[in-house]
T-cell receptor, first 115, second 114 residues
Framework: DTEVTQTPKHLVMGMTNKKSLKCEQHMGHRAMYWYKQKAKKPPELMFVYSYEKLSINESVPSRFSPECPNSSLLNLHLHALQPEDSALYLC??????????????FGEGSRLTVL | GENVEQHPSTLSVQEGDSAVIKCTYSDSASNYFPWYKQELGKGPQLIIDIRSNVGEKKDQRIAVTLNKTAKHFSLHITETQPEDSAVYFCAAIKSTGGYNKLIFGAGTRLAVHP
């Protein structure tokens, strides 16, 4: 069982909706990540939080807005999305952003469909 | 910057056979190489990793080898079973702006036929 929990597992939204994806981990990890994965493609990094501060934004459009309320929680707020934003959104965590000091744990993902 | 190439894109084997997936990387400074298995409808799960100070690592039926000179690393699965069927991703670390991030290969879809 994954120790990174994501909700909801599935989300369908219209282009004018506002929704949020949620992620939680209780492993004491201080780095948390959002990845986007399209079908038959590898995960693509979107955001990295380190010690609750945004460290990396991979030039993600502003219609995706991340938030890290505390060291265990990570949210991704969605607004005015486009159909091409439909994908599997994966949350991940690691001890820190060094990565070479420990593994990256992924959640099961939230499958988003934008109509 | 780091680039990771992975081959083959699909691999079909009979149960009990071995499977080998190969990756090459471009940044000689990369020092950590994990392999992830992604089953249908699930997130990627780390199955084995290797650091640049070792040449080989084994965990039961899976092993990874690393050739730093040639900048390539491989995943070996022996005595394959149907439950090994999944997409496998290799990755390498890229350092950027003081942070490390994983660069993934394109993935290999492994099918193990009973």
């Amino acid at each position: 069982d994954t120790e990174v929990t994501q909700t909801p597992k599935h989300l369908v939204m219209g282009m004018t909706n506002k929704k949020s994806l949620k992620c939680e981990q209780h492993m004491g990890h201080r780095a948390m990540y959002w990845y986007k994965q399209k079908a038959k493609k590898p995960p693509e990094l979107m955001f990295v939080y380190s010690y609750e501060k945004l460290s990396i934004n991979e030039s993600v459009p502003s219609r995706f807005s991340p938030e890290c309320p505390n060291s265990s929680l990570l949210n991704l707020h969605l607004h005015a999305l486009q159909p091409e934003d439909s994908a599997l959104y994966l949350c991940a965590s690691s001890q820190n952003t060094g990565l070479n000091t420990g593994e990256l744990f992924f959640g099961e993902g939230s499958r988003l469909t934008v109509l | 910057g780091e680039n990771v190439e992975q081959h083959p894109s699909t691999l079909s084997v009979q149960e009990g056979d071995s499977a080998v997936i190969k990756c090459t990387y471009s940044d000689s400074a990369s020092n950590y190489f994990p392999w992830y298995k992604q089953e249908l409808g699930k997130g990627p799960q780390l199955i084995i990793d290797i650091r640049s100070n070792v040449g080989e690592k084994k965990d039961q039926r899976i092993a990874v080898t690393l050739n730093k000179t040639a900048k390539h690393f491989s995943l070996h699965i022996t005595e394959t079973q149907p439950e090994d069927s999944a997409v496998y991703f290799c990755a390498a670390i890229k350092s950027t702006g003081g942070y490390n991030k994983l660069i993934f290969g394109a993935g290999t879809r492994l099918a193990v036929h009973p």
